[in-house]
């Protein structure tokens, strides 16, 4: 989607807000000794009070009003009866549709006690997001977005997890550029355009390059033992800094 004046803005804005505050109170309200499903269920009702769709039961028909990875999951994982355990390295993606609109946000965390490696893993994913935000400007390749995140993994000694992609987003769950790639892909000749709508996305792995499906049709995977984060904000393109959409308020 392009954003073309600004009754757009104001819709995306609106529901940018309600996914971040969503993400953010399923943050707070996680603990040990809670499933997964009981997590889902309060991002549900919070949807639901917002007068807001989940984007993933609309558009896919997942089975969950958003989606729960722990550890070495790594994305969409299915919430269910898994039950989270101190320590746990959690992800939570919430995208939802309300007034024609759609947002896209997510972020991991740890179950406490947080130990250093799940901690510095979620630092270097962070720091991923706002390195490639800064080379998210109209008039420049788009590819400049996967270098800035590639370069940052490899300093801090983590792999990109390559087969999970930020995407273009707005009038719909996955637009086009429906795969912005999270490592430097020189032939992508794509040039970022003023009012684009898009998300970033960045995954970063310990161990693992690609995930695989478990088995159940969604719920993609590292290696055992493996650890791996994910931080996603929804974006206007500008000619200067990005209009962050998915600022919880």
Not at 64 to 80: M, R
Not at 221 to 234: D, L, M, V
Request: aromatic share 6%.
């Amino acid at each position: 989607m392009t954003v073309e004046n600004d009754e757009q803005l104001e819709k995306l804005r609106a529901i940018g807000r309600i996914v971040a505050n969503v993400l953010r109170d399923m943050q707070k309200a996680a603990e040990p000794g809670m499933t997964t499903a009981e997590l889902d269920a309060i991002g549900a009702k919070l949807l639901e009070e917002q007068g807001a769709r989940s984007a993933p039961q609309l558009t896919y028909d997942f089975p969950g009003a958003t989606c729960i990875s722990v550890n070495e999951e790594a994305a969409h994982g299915i919430p269910g009866e898994r039950v989270l355990q101190p320590g746990d390295l959690v992800n939570i993606d919430v995208s939802a549709e309300k007034d024609g609109y759609f947002a896209d946000t997510g972020g991991s965390f740890i179950i406490p006690p947080a130990s250093l490696p799940k901690e510095r893993i979620c630092r270097a994913t962070r720091d991923a997001l706002e390195a490639a935000m800064r080379e998210a400007r109209a008039g420049q390749p788009m590819n400049r977005i996967g270098k800035a995140i590639e370069q940052l993994a490899k300093q801090r000694g983590y792999r990109v997890i390559r087969n999970l992609c930020s995407h273009g987003v707005g009038g719909g769950l996955h637009e086009y550029p429906e795969e912005i790639y999270g490592y430097y892909e020189p032939r992508d000749r794509r040039v970022l355009t003023e009012g684009l709508v898009i998300t970033i996305e960045p995954f970063l792995s310990d161990r693992n390059r690609y995930v695989e499906d478990t088995g159940d049709g969604w719920t993609l995977a590292g290696k055992p033992g493996s650890i791996n984060a994910q931080y996603e904000h929804t974006m206007v393109i500008t000619r200067g800094a990005p209009i962050i959409l998915t600022q919880p308020g």
